[in-house]
């Protein structure tokens, strides 16, 4: 039994819109620390929201998963799709709480429409609809998860590449090689060469 899944308890859903009059709130330096998990999918770009005094960009690209007793400062205005809830500790607690708290994601509609379908099914009262909620949920989870776990191999490939690119540099016999020559020795575009370089090391490879 203790290698059971346990479902979480979705304990609201919805879109927020801090633009409206009523909902308008003034930015808070302070922050707030979260109670339960919460996922966000912000409508609005623009931006950033602070997640243990980390900034990460809001935009339509990135969604957000913030576990319990993280701190949070968000910008004015926000509007996001959300679906916050709380889940005891066990299998499916330890793999949400490994989650990054801001998650690039490649098809924001597809997003979307799970976010929106988990919305739909939780506020109608058919029995059923507590089943596809929970089956939207784990589709949901894979999503963020296959996600996440892209990000990973593609910084893997990357710090591979910057450093086959660092050990060409240090070897060879061509005094100031081109960015195509690099580019072409380590089998990549030169303008991904150039970015992902600049972004592991802090200069660029001719530097």
């Known amino acids: 039994m203790e290698n059971r899944i346990v479902l979480p308890k979705i304990t609201a859903a919805g879109f927020y819109d801090a633009t409206k ?13 979260s109670t339960r998990f919460e996922w966000e999918l912000p409508v609005l770009d623009g931006g950033s929201s602070y997640v243990d005094h980390v900034a990460y960009p809001v935009d339509s690209m990135h969604l ?6 993280q701190k949070r400062i968000i910008p004015v205005p926000y509007q996001c799709y959300y679906i916050h809830f709380t889940l005891p500790e066990g299998k499916l607690y330890d793999v949400i709480s490994r989650l990054e708290p801001c998650i690039a994601i490649s098809n924001k509609e597809k997003f979307s429409k799970k976010i929106t379908d988990i919305i739909v099914t939780r506020d109608l009262s058919r029995p059923e609809n507590e089943i596809l909620m929970y089956s939207n949920f784990l589709k949901l989870l894979y999503m963020i998860l296959d996600e996440q776990n892209n990000i990973e191999i593609q910084n893997k490939k990357g710090n591979l590449t910057v450093s086959q690119a660092i050990y060409y540099l240090e070897h060879t016999k061509s005094i100031n090689p081109s960015l195509a020559e690099i580019a072409e020795e380590v089998h990549v575009n030169p303008i991904y060469l150039q970015r992902i370089f600049k ?3 802090g200069v660029s490879p001719r530097q």
């Open 199 to 201: 972004k592991t090391t």
């Open 64 to 69: 957000f998963c913030i576990r319990p007793k």
């Open 21 to 33: 009059p009523k909902n308008k709130v003034r930015p808070n330096a302070e922050g707030r620390v």
